[in-house]
């Protein structure tokens, strides 16, 4: 038991761990798209991230926790349990942390951009958008002077000249020679750390809940509660073979698979699919509940198998 | 066998059945219809390195746990004994991949690029055929040949427009020849008639033929100017020439005029005339030798020829110029003649022979405001110090690229430009922006500097250097997880069946997630590090971080051990 109770705690401890990371590279992501180069930036975007990746974290933990409970627990039921409360501790924690008014109202008010800042191209460098390469020799009140514009894409000759070029500030254009060029620089695109989900036509678990947050409590649990039982039937990656070097390997690529799974099974096609046999026998569910029947079932069986599996090889072994 | 000899075997085995994997990659997607079959060989083992080189991290990571993972003993000595090969493995790969990277790059740009030309080329060729317009389909199929001349696509279009031309040539009508008409000018006169009568007397009566038959033309009633071009044409038949041979006196008039047009400055008209008498069968005569050798060289001082041109554009090209002039302190070039704004832009610019060629130049030069010089050219050629804006056909000089001034030019001929520019700096800044991968790392680092002086954004230049310098971090905190991995996850028990080998690669499939997951952190500590230290600082911050990074890894390494009594079977 005190091994047992040891391994969730130090799950627990490795989540904080993972959470932190993970949020402070959603934040660094988030930071380069940000219209100003601020430190600050990064912080405020890992304390809304944080809130946002409690699942992937906690997918992560779980997979960690498979061999850490392999290692040191036995009993594969107990493991199994374990693992159970482990998520459900995390995913509670999680869903209920981001439900609290007071820290999403603190974490939208620190993300809240404010107004649009306007970048203007840096004086003395050509910048080219597109085929359009504009230089600008410096900037005096509300004007660019010695304007140089070249659309490479427009007959020859292309070069436009404008000793002093007014800036109209609402759009950040510039009039060279009767035409306007754009002066700013374009916005940076976040860089996601996982692909969208497009592929799937579903969406990402960390997604999908965070998108749940109008919806009811059991709604949202439920998903929850699919999602985590589906993640632990994938525990027989663990000794899926003789070699723990593989199983490691074969563990990794499994949790993107599982959820590739989950945003592949939460697509329009699929979740149709099991609507409509779902009501077909007379069941009727919400959408989020039905996705996590199914999630639990499939992860339920996955466990079963392996559990009779083990059993069956202990049995054989004379163990 | 001892962990460092193991980690060498495993790791060199799956780095050259990884190379062999890609290579069958790129054999299988390879398309004639991308690629030109002249490069189909090159470009095959170019993308072999360039996934290879790609993949390096994870394959250093796989070869190390792999290595470490199938072998017995204790995790803390097996790490330990693998420290100096994961090092010196670690050190060579890197080395070699740094080093080796820029020329697969430029390999891969150059195949990329030469064959889209080729096959817009050959398409266009193939178009202006049927229009008719067989100049231009000519033009397109010398940049084809230029690119890959026993392709049997160009071997049959050279055909077909061979017979089109043959054709062309027997329809053809030869315009009636004009006589240009001369203007009255005394003064001028006198003076080809005392240069004349200099000549006389040095005994070149050549000379002295052409000009006094120019002052005789210019001043009809210059007795002495007549004589003295009978006298001397009567000096020329004396040493061969006939004047009753008409065919010959051309030769003759013709010979004079190009040399005329070579002493009156105009070595392009002197190039023009010498070659078209060395085409028509004079190509012996050692005055047409003499002076066409002579005009080419004046030529090649004042303009330069398409051939060049094609040549150099035909190779990689950097599209979208647009550049500063840099400044020159102090120079007899800068002083008293500083301008507010001075900028070059073109269609697309190719480096070739130590010199930079343009295609569709513009140049403007601007102080207070005002263009003081605005010039464009179809053609210019960069070399120390000028750039040349007249571009002749080296086979049909009667084809003169000439420069338009719109403003200017305010000092010097107006067939040049004389600026501060150094070709093999300019081309290195221009290419450090379109595709910095191509440059070597000590040119990229000297890129950055030279990006700002030229005007140029150093974005794409930082971003390659950044992306550069993670190669050797990753390869290093690559190695020392796959070491750590390798200790912790091995397989315990007895012995380590052979079969299990035939898991490798399942488990580099499945490795491939966690590794685009690894390369994405990788880019996003590149991206942060430029956006918050712009420039050469964001080197210097990502390095910290990745050393960061690196340093958990070893420290991981460092302290793996055995969980006893735990053993995975």
């Given at each position: 038991?005190?091994?047992?109770?040891?391994?969730?705690?130090?799950?627990?401890?490795?989540?904080?761990?993972?959470?932190?990371?993970?949020?402070?590279?959603?934040?660094?992501?988030?930071?380069?798209?940000?219209?100003?180069?601020?430190?600050?930036?990064?912080?405020?975007?890992?304390?809304?991230?944080?809130?946002?990746?409690?699942?992937?974290?906690?997918?992560?933990?779980?997979?960690?926790?498979?061999?850490?409970?392999?290692?040191?627990?036995?009993?594969?039921?107990?493991?199994?349990?374990?693992?159970?409360?482990?998520?459900?501790?995390?995913?509670?924690?999680?869903?209920?942390?981001?439900?609290?008014?007071?820290?999403?109202?603190?974490?939208?008010?620190?993300s809240n951009g404010g107004a649009k800042v306007l970048r203007l191209i840096?004086?003395?460098?050509?910048?080219?958008?597109?085929?359009?390469?504009?230089?600008?020799?410096?900037?005096?009140?509300?004007?660019?002077?010695?304007?140089?514009?070249?659309?490479?894409?427009?007959?020859?000759?292309?070069?436009?000249?404008?000793?002093?070029?007014?800036?109209?500030?609402?759009?950040?254009?510039?009039?060279?020679?009767?035409?306007?060029?754009?002066?700013?620089?374009?916005?940076?695109?976040?860089?996601?750390?996982?692909?969208?989900?497009?592929?799937?036509?579903?969406?990402?678990?960390?997604?999908?809940?965070?998108?749940?947050?109008?919806?009811?409590?059991?709604?949202?649990?439920?998903?929850?509660?699919?999602?985590?039982?589906?993640?632990?039937?994938?525990?027989?990656?663990?000794?899926?073979?003789?070699?723990?070097?593989?199983?490691?390997?074969?563990?990794?690529?499994?949790?993107?698979?599982?959820?590739?799974?989950?945003?592949?099974?939460?697509?329009?096609?699929?979740?149709?699919?099991?609507?409509?046999?779902?009501?077909?026998?007379?069941?009727?569910?919400?959408?989020?509940?039905?996705?996590?029947?199914?999630?639990?079932?499939?992860?339920?069986?996955?466990?079963?198998?392996?559990?009779?599996?083990?059993?069956?090889?202990?049995?054989?072994?004379?163990? | 066998?001892?962990?460092?000899?193991?980690?060498?075997?495993?790791?060199?085995?799956?780095?050259?059945?990884?190379?062999?994997?890609?290579?069958?990659?790129?054999?299988?997607?390879?398309?004639?219809?991308?690629?030109?079959?002249?490069?189909?060989?090159?470009?095959?083992?170019?993308?072999?390195?360039?996934?290879?080189?790609?993949?390096?991290?994870?394959?250093?990571?796989?070869?190390?746990?792999?290595?470490?993972?199938?072998?017995?003993?204790?995790?803390?000595?097996?790490?330990?004994?693998?420290?100096?090969?994961?090092?010196?493995?670690?050190?060579?790969?890197?080395?070699?991949?740094?080093?080796?990277?820029?020329?697969?790059?430029?390999?891969?740009?150059?195949?990329?690029?030469?064959?889209?030309?080729?096959?817009?080329?050959?398409?266009?060729?193939?178009?202006?055929?049927?229009?008719?317009?067989?100049?231009?389909?000519?033009?397109?199929?010398?940049?084809?040949?230029?690119?890959?001349?026993?392709?049997?696509?160009?071997?049959?279009?050279?055909?077909?427009?061979?017979?089109?031309?043959?054709?062309?040539?027997?329809?053809?009508?030869?315009?009636?020849?004009?006589?240009?008409?001369?203007?009255?000018?005394?003064?001028?006169?006198?003076?080809?008639?005392?240069?004349?009568?200099?000549?006389?007397?040095?005994?070149?009566?050549?000379?002295?033929?052409?000009?006094?038959?120019?002052?005789?033309?210019?001043?009809?009633?210059?007795?002495?100017?007549?004589?003295?071009?009978?006298?001397?044409?009567?000096?020329?038949?004396?040493?061969?020439?006939?004047?009753?041979?008409?065919?010959?006196?051309?030769?003759?008039?013709?010979?004079?005029?190009?040399?005329?047009?070579?002493?009156?400055?105009?070595?392009?008209?002197?190039?023009?005339?010498?070659?078209?008498?060395?085409?028509?069968?004079?190509?012996?005569?050692?005055?047409?030798?003499?002076?066409?050798?002579?005009?080419?060289?004046?030529?090649?001082?004042?303009?330069?020829?398409?051939?060049?041109?094609?040549?150099?554009?035909?190779?990689?090209?950097?599209?979208?110029?647009?550049?500063?002039?840099?400044?020159?302190?102090?120079?007899?070039?800068?002083?008293?003649?500083?301008?507010?704004?001075?900028?070059?832009?073109?269609?697309?610019?190719?480096?070739?022979?130590?010199?930079?060629?343009?295609?569709?130049?513009?140049?403007?030069?601007?102080?207070?405001?005002?263009?003081?010089?605005?010039?464009?050219?179809?053609?210019?050629?960069?070399?120390?110090?000028?750039?040349?804006?007249?571009?002749?056909?080296?086979?049909?000089?009667?084809?003169?690229?000439?420069?338009?001034?719109?403003?200017?030019?305010?000092?010097?001929?107006?067939?040049?430009?004389?600026?501060?520019?150094?070709?093999?700096?300019?081309?290195?800044?221009?290419?450090?922006?379109?595709?910095?991968?191509?440059?070597?790392?000590?040119?990229?680092?000297?890129?950055?500097g030279e990006a700002k002086a030229y005007g140029i954004d150093a974005a794409?230049?930082?971003?390659?250097?950044?992306?550069?310098?993670?190669?050797?971090?990753?390869?290093?905190?690559?190695?020392?997880?796959?070491?750590?991995?390798?200790?912790?996850?091995?397989?315990?028990?007895?012995?380590?069946?052979?079969?299990?080998?035939?898991?490798?690669?399942?488990?580099?499939?499945?490795?491939?997630?966690?590794?685009?997951?690894?390369?994405?952190?990788?880019?996003?500590?590149?991206?942060?590090?430029?956006?918050?230290?712009?420039?050469?600082?964001?080197?210097?911050?990502?390095?910290?971080?990745?050393?960061?990074?690196?340093?958990?890894?070893?420290?991981?390494?460092?302290?793996?051990?055995?969980?006893?009594?735990?053993?995975?079977?």
């Amino acid at each position: 038991m005190k091994v047992w109770l040891g391994v969730i705690g130090r799950a627990c401890l490795e989540f904080v761990i993972i959470l932190i990371l993970i949020s402070f590279a959603a934040g660094a992501s988030i930071a380069i798209s940000a219209p100003v180069s601020d430190t600050g930036v990064i912080y405020r975007g890992a304390a809304k991230a944080a809130l946002d990746l409690v699942p992937l974290a906690a997918v992560f933990t779980l997979f960690l926790a498979f061999f850490s409970f392999e290692l040191r627990v036995r009993s594969r039921a107990a493991g199994w349990l374990g693992l159970l409360l482990l998520g459900v501790i995390l995913m509670s924690f999680g869903l209920g942390i981001r439900r609290l008014p007071l820290l999403r109202e603190a974490v939208a008010t620190s993300s809240n951009g404010g107004a649009k800042v306007l970048r203007l191209i840096p004086a003395g460098t050509a910048e080219q958008q597109g085929r359009v390469a504009l230089w600008i020799g410096s900037f005096a009140g509300g004007e660019a002077l010695d304007a140089v514009a070249v659309d490479f894409s427009s007959d020859y000759p292309r070069l436009a000249y404008a000793a002093r070029a007014p800036i109209d500030f609402s759009t950040g254009d510039v009039d060279v020679q009767g035409r306007a060029y754009r002066a700013t620089l374009p916005d940076a695109l976040p860089l996601a750390l996982v692909p969208e989900a497009s592929l799937f036509s579903g969406y990402w678990i960390w997604d999908r809940l965070d998108s749940m947050d109008g919806e009811p409590l059991l709604e949202v649990f439920s998903a929850a509660a699919g999602f985590l039982l589906l993640a632990i039937g994938f525990r027989f990656l663990c000794r899926i073979t003789g070699w723990p070097l593989a199983n490691a390997l074969l563990a990794a690529a499994g949790l993107a698979g599982l959820v590739a799974l989950d945003a592949a099974l939460s697509g329009g096609a699929i979740l149709g699919t099991i609507d409509a046999f779902a009501r077909r026998t007379g069941l009727s569910l919400p959408d989020p509940v039905l996705l996590a029947c199914v999630e639990g079932i499939i992860g339920l069986a996955l466990g079963s198998a392996e559990l009779t599996a083990t059993s069956r090889r202990r049995r054989r072994a004379g163990e | 066998m001892n962990s460092g000899r193991r980690i060498f075997g495993v790791a060199i085995l799956l780095d050259i059945v990884a190379f062999a994997c890609f290579l069958g990659y790129a054999m299988a997607s390879y398309s004639a219809n991308r690629i030109v079959p002249a490069f189909a060989l090159k470009w095959e083992a170019a993308e072999a390195l360039h996934g290879f080189l790609g993949a390096l991290a994870g394959l250093q990571f796989l070869g190390l746990a792999i290595a470490l993972g199938s072998s017995k003993g204790k995790a803390e000595e097996l790490v330990q004994g693998a420290i100096v090969p994961t090092v010196v493995l670690s050190a060579f790969l890197a080395a070699a991949a740094l080093m080796a990277g820029p020329q697969v790059e430029a390999l891969r740009s150059g195949i990329r690029w030469a064959s889209a030309t080729f096959s817009s080329s050959l398409d266009a060729a193939k178009a202006s055929l049927e229009a008719g317009d067989l100049a231009r389909s000519r033009e397109e199929l010398g940049v084809c040949q230029a690119i890959s001349r026993r392709d049997p696509r160009v071997a049959e279009l050279e055909s077909r427009l061979s017979a089109a031309e043959i054709n062309a040539i027997r329809n053809a009508v030869p315009p009636p020849a004009r006589e240009a008409v001369q203007p009255m000018d005394p003064v001028a006169a006198k003076d080809y008639y005392l240069k004349a009568l200099a000549y006389a007397e040095k005994g070149d009566y050549f000379s002295a033929n052409w000009y006094a038959s120019t002052a005789a033309r210019l001043d009809p009633s210059y007795t002495d100017a007549r004589r003295l071009a009978a006298t001397s044409w009567e000096e020329l038949h004396s040493r061969g020439a006939d004047p009753t041979d008409k065919e010959r006196a051309a030769f003759y008039s013709r010979k004079l005029e190009g040399y005329g047009l070579l002493r009156s400055g105009d070595p392009v008209g002197a190039y023009r005339v010498f070659k078209e008498l060395a085409d028509a069968k004079h190509a012996d005569d050692p005055d047409v030798r003499r002076y066409l050798a002579e005009s080419l060289t004046e030529t090649e001082k004042t303009a330069f020829f398409k051939d060049e041109v094609d040549g150099a554009l035909s190779s990689y090209p950097v599209p979208d110029i647009l550049f500063r002039v840099p400044a020159v302190h102090g120079s007899a070039k800068g002083s008293g003649r500083e301008a507010s704004l001075a900028l070059i832009a073109a269609k697309d610019a190719a480096w070739s022979g130590g010199a930079l060629y343009f295609r569709e130049f513009e140049y403007l030069e601007a102080a207070g405001g005002i263009p003081r010089a605005l010039v464009r050219s179809p053609y210019a050629k960069l070399t120390d110090g000028k750039i040349l804006l007249v571009c002749v056909e080296r086979d049909r000089p009667a084809n003169v690229y000439k420069p338009s001034w719109s403003a200017g030019p305010y000092s010097g001929p107006a067939s040049l430009v004389e600026l501060p520019l150094v070709p093999e700096n300019a081309y290195r800044a221009l290419a450090a922006r379109v595709d910095p991968s191509t440059l070597s790392l000590l040119e990229a680092w000297e890129a950055v500097g030279e990006a700002k002086a030229y005007g140029i954004d150093a974005a794409p230049i930082v971003g390659d250097l950044l992306s550069r310098s993670a190669l050797p971090f990753a390869v290093f905190t690559a190695a020392a997880l796959g070491a750590l991995a390798g200790g912790r996850f091995r397989r315990r028990g007895a012995g380590f069946p052979r079969g299990l080998y035939a898991l490798a690669p399942f488990m580099a499939a499945a490795l491939v997630p966690v590794f685009l997951i690894s390369s994405r952190i990788d880019i996003l500590i590149s991206a942060w590090s430029a956006r918050i230290a712009p420039g050469l600082s964001s080197l210097l911050l990502a390095a910290g971080i990745r050393t960061m990074v690196l340093f958990l890894a070893v420290l991981l390494m460092a302290g793996a051990r055995d969980v006893d009594g735990a053993g995975i079977d």
